[in-house]
C-alpha cells in the first residue's frame, strides 16, 4: 500500500492517465471519465516509487523556499507560501511576504509570481522618485521602462527614454535616487563629462559612496 494519498480529477479532455505533484506536497491525479477507477488506482500504484520520490523533493522545496529571506529597499522579508488563502497573489504583511493560493503551482511558477510582484513594485516606487527628482533637478525625460538587464542598472536615450533595471528593488532608497539622478543628469549631458559629475554631485553630495555600495552588492 502507498503511503500517500492522491486527488483524483475527470476530465473528458484527458486521453489517459496523468499524475502531477503539486506545490504544497500534493498528488493530483487526471484521468478520463470512461476509466475504471480500480484501474486508475493500480496504474498510481505502479508509479509509487517516482511519486515518492518527486513527493520528497517538493517538500523539500518548499521547506527550502519558506526559508527564504527577500530583500525589498534593503529591508528583509521572510518569504512564506501560503496554500489556503482564499485570494491569489502575492502580498507584505509587517516582515513576511505572502505569494498566496499556489496549491498547483511549481517552484519555477512561484518564482516567477514573486518577480512579477517584486517588478510592479519597483516600477511604483522608482516611477514616483523619478516624478521628484526630475522637478528638482529641472529636467523632463519622455518613457519610463522596466527590465532585465545583467550589467546595467539604468540608461537614458537621446529621445529622453529611460531604462532601469528592476532588480534595483533590493537596494537602499539612497541608491535608487544615485541610480535615477545619474540616468536624469544625462538629459543635460550624455556624456560622462566632469560637468556631468558636478551636476550628480549637486543632487546626491554622497554619489561616489553610492556608487561604490552599487558596485560591492549583488542580487539575483
Known sequence: MSDFTYQLKRSSRSS????????????LVTAPRFIPEFIIKKFVESQKEWIENNLAKSKK????????????FDKKYQLVINNSAEKIGVEVRGEKIFVNNLSEKTPSKIK??????????AFKYIGTRIQILSKKMGVTYNRLALREQSSRWG????????NFNWRLVHYPPAIIDYVIIHELAHRLELNHSKKFWEIVKKHDSEYLIHKGQLRKRRYN
Do not use: M, P, W, Y
Not at 489517459?16 to 498528488?27: C, E, L, P, S
Not at 522545496?61 to 525589498?72: C, G, K, R, T, V
Not at 540608461?155 to 529611460?162: K, M, T
Open 16 to 27: 489517459g492517465i496523468k499524475i502531477a505533484i503539486r506545490a504544497n506536497a500534493q498528488v
Open 61 to 72: 522545496q518548499q521547506a527550502e523556499i519558506n526559508h527564504d529571506e527577500i530583500l525589498i
Open 112 to 121: 516567477k509570481q514573486l518577480e512579477e510582484f517584486l517588478k510592479k513594485t
Open 155 to 162: 540608461s537614458c536615450s537621446s529621445r529622453g527614454n529611460l
